[in-house]
């Protein structure tokens, strides 16, 4: 059974990166563009250039957006790991010590969610993973495109 697990591993990180990229984008997208019901939940896009929501809405569709296609994984979800560290430290732990307390529970996953990304990359479904194999020359056979039945 682990040996199973264990190939399916480069699979679920790959549906994990989808996922986690997806909904940072979309944050950022409804800061940015109002969308999704907006920056403030009435639709409400965040003004060009106010320090640090601007910032903080473009680094998240970025960032989102390269972590979902896989393209710069370890780069971008570093910077999204940060981004969101700053999150916490300055929107929400002077709220209150716990992220229970201070509402800071999304800013805190999304900020270790993304550093675990910068330590595994960007599993399956990558394109990291098809540049790396273009560029690489690598031709894998018929044989080996095929899945082994345990």
């Given at each position: 059974?682990?040996?199973?697990?264990?190939?399916?591993?480069?699979?679920?990180?790959?549906?994990?990166?989808?996922?986690?990229?997806?909904?940072?984008?979309?944050?950022g997208?409804?800061?940015?563009?109002?969308?999704?019901?907006?920056?403030?939940?009435?639709?409400?896009?965040?003004?060009?250039?106010?320090?640090?929501?601007?910032?903080?809405?473009?680094i998240?569709?970025?960032?989102g957006?390269l972590?979902?296609?896989?393209?710069?994984?370890?780069?971008?979800?570093f910077?999204?790991?940060?981004s969101?560290?700053?999150?916490?430290?300055?929107?929400?732990?002077?709220?209150?010590?716990?992220?229970?307390?201070?509402?800071?529970e999304?800013?805190?996953?999304?900020?270790?969610?993304?550093?675990?990304?910068?330590?595994?990359?960007?599993?399956?479904?990558?394109?990291?993973?098809?540049?790396?194999?273009?560029?690489?020359?690598?031709?894998?056979?018929a044989?080996?495109r095929?899945?082994?039945?345990?």
């Open positions: 059974m682990t040996g199973r697990l264990n190939s399916a591993q480069p699979y679920a990180l790959g549906l994990f990166r989808i996922v986690l990229g997806l909904l940072f984008a979309c944050h997208a409804a800061g940015l563009f109002g969308v999704l019901g907006g920056a403030d939940g009435s639709g409400g896009t965040v003004a060009a250039g106010a320090w640090p929501n601007w910032y903080a809405a473009v998240e569709l970025v960032c957006g972590v979902l296609l896989g393209l710069g994984t370890r780069a971008a979800a910077l999204a790991s940060g969101m560290a700053y999150a916490y430290f300055t929107v929400h732990q002077p709220e209150g010590l716990w992220p229970l307390q201070n509402n800071g999304g800013a805190a996953l999304f900020c270790w969610a993304f550093l675990l990304l910068v330590f595994t990359g960007s599993g399956a479904f990558g394109v990291d993973r098809l540049l790396a194999r273009r560029g690489s020359g690598e031709q894998r056979t044989e080996e095929t899945p082994v039945a345990a």
